[in-house]
């Protein structure tokens, strides 16, 4: 039995030791009919393997190695050295591999629909399919790399980002289970539309119809009415909108929490300012090495700015409307109480923010009532306003959260205002927990993929979603 080496695992220490290694043939080319060259490819980190006539080398294997078929994945034995001329494009670089044995794992078929190394170069926005770029490669547009993403899966960026992603969800579970949260798992396949919206998606239930959920939102505010105190959740959230932004997906990665508190709404805003903190100065951390390479296609990658002192910068909404209105971005009445900011005002507040305050993430408290869901507490001192916030990463928001209302009349009749009708089907069981009695409570939702990709400056979130599903796209 071989044991084979991981590319990670090489050092200088490694020269003149036979190893074996599996990797993907990132390229093949014969030089002679006594050289030929390969580049290894493992989860983007690649090396340049050698062959050479000498014993017991024959020319027919130097010529079926030079010929692999790109992205082939071979196990190859050889001796590690280091290279006469050292080699720019490689990664590992000053070392390189002298073959001795070639063994196929896995052909990969001759023609690909693109090439793994064409697409480790940024999708651009605009250019059409087939065009080249200034230096005459093939440029790979967006669509190309969704369409083929398990090889587009395989490019260094790609393989950074879903690292990236990971990181995510390891973070969050881990901040929220080092406060004493429980991890919940709530259903996706519910009898309503779960916020009262009309952007749900229904499915065929048996001799019924069913949705799928647009938030656990009600459910793990039932979690709290069962006195779980503390909950959150990973899981699938389903969007049934039309929005073919660069930022909106119609089925994405859902991190929630839900908190009781004592006094406060702002003890479960602390609670939420904390663990975003927490995650994206971790990330930094922990992800250091990912985040260089995913640089060195996305140059902002690497410079989210986050607050110095360690604390998050909270804002009032009144004070991001004055903000603007300072740099000639006037309000209206009927705007500021009505309508929210537009996605335009949101990142041109972030750019004021970062200037002023020089952070990329901040926070936003005390929204108008008129543009949060019913079960948002409205501010006891100025009903206009809410106990509700939203999080904001690079001018674009990545969390939307709230005191919810527990008490049931007023729950009520905030539906009732909100055009909702409580006596409909489907809020029976979300509007007893509350007849029941249920502690006051606030939290908060968060979209992974959206953090991900401010965090990283990508230019779309579905480079941050492993298989995007959005308006158009249902495939891969
Ligand atoms: P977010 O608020 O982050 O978008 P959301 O699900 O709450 O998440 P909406 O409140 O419906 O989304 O929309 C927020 C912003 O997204 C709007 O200000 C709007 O500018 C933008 N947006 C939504 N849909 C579209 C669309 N189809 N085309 C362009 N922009 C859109
Ligand atoms: P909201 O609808 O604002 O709030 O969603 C919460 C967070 O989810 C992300 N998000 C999206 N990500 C990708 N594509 C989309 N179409 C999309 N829509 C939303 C955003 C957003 O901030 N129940 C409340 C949360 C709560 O109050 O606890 C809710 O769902 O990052």
Request: net charge negative; glycine share 6%; proline share 5%.
């Amino acid at each position: 039995v071989i044991s084979s080496t991981r590319f990670s695992q090489l050092s200088e220490d490694s020269q003149g030791k036979e190893i074996t290694v599996v990797a993907r043939v990132d390229n093949a080319r014969v030089q002679s009919a006594k050289l030929a060259f390969l580049m290894l490819r493992q989860q983007g980190q690649k090396i340049q393997a050698v062959i050479a006539a000498a014993e017991p080398i024959s020319r027919q294997m130097i010529k079926y190695t030079g010929g692999l078929n790109v992205n082939s994945i071979v196990q190859i034995t050889g001796i590690v050295k280091k290279p006469e001329i050292p080699i720019s494009s490689a990664t590992i670089q000053n070392l390189e591999l002298h073959i001795r044995k070639v063994y196929m794992i896995s052909e990969a078929a001759q023609m690909l629909p693109m090439q793994v190394k064409d697409a480790e170069r940024p999708p651009p926005e605009t250019n059409e399919e087939g065009e080249v770029d200034a230096e005459g490669a093939p440029i790979v547009t967006l669509k190309t790399r969704l369409d083929n993403r398990v090889l587009d899966l395989q490019t260094e960026t790609s393989q950074a980002i879903t690292w990236i992603s990971s990181g995510v969800a390891e973070l969050f579970a881990e901040y929220m289970i080092k406060s004493g949260s429980r991890w919940i798992f709530t259903p996706k396949l519910v009898g309503a539309a779960t916020e009262g919206g009309s952007n749900v998606f229904e499915v065929k239930y048996f001799k019924r119809n069913g949705y799928l959920a647009q938030s656990p939102q009600l459910y793990k505010q039932m979690c709290i009415a069962g006195d779980m105190e503390n909950v959150f959740e990973i899981a699938p959230v389903f969007r049934a909108e039309d929005s073919n932004t660069h930022r909106h997906l119609t089925e994405f990665a859902g991190l929630d929490f839900e908190k009781t508190f004592e006094n406060h709404y702002h003890e479960v805003l602390e609670f939420a300012e904390n663990l975003l903190v927490f995650i994206l100065s971790q990330l930094k951390e922990r992800y250091a090495s990912q985040i260089a390479t995913i640089q060195k296609s996305y140059p902002k990658a690497g410079d989210f700015k986050l607050p110095k002192d360690g604390k998050a910068l909270r804002l009032n909404y009144m004070d991001g409307v004055a903000l603007l209105k300072e740099a000639g971005v006037d309000m209206s009445e009927q705007e500021r109480f009505e309508n929210d900011f537009t996605t335009a005002m949101e990142k041109q507040l972030g750019q004021i923010i970062r200037e002023k305050y020089d952070t990329d993430f901040y926070v936003l408290d005390k929204f108008p009532m008129a543009v949060r869901p019913f079960y948002t507490k409205a501010d006891p001192k100025d009903s206009r306003f809410s106990n509700s916030y939203d999080f904001f990463m690079r001018g674009e928001e990545i969390m939307s959260g709230a005191q919810r209302i527990h008490n049931i009349e007023e729950l009520e009749a905030s539906m009732r205002s909100k055009g909702l009708d409580p006596t409909q089907e489907g809020f029976e069981d979300y509007l007893n927990a509350f007849r029941q009695g249920c502690p006051p409570h606030a939290g908060g939702g968060l979209g992974l993929n959206r953090i991900v990709m401010f965090f990283l400056g990508l230019p779309n979130v579905r480079l941050a979603s492993l298989f995007p599903r959005d308006p158009q796209r249902l495939r891969p």
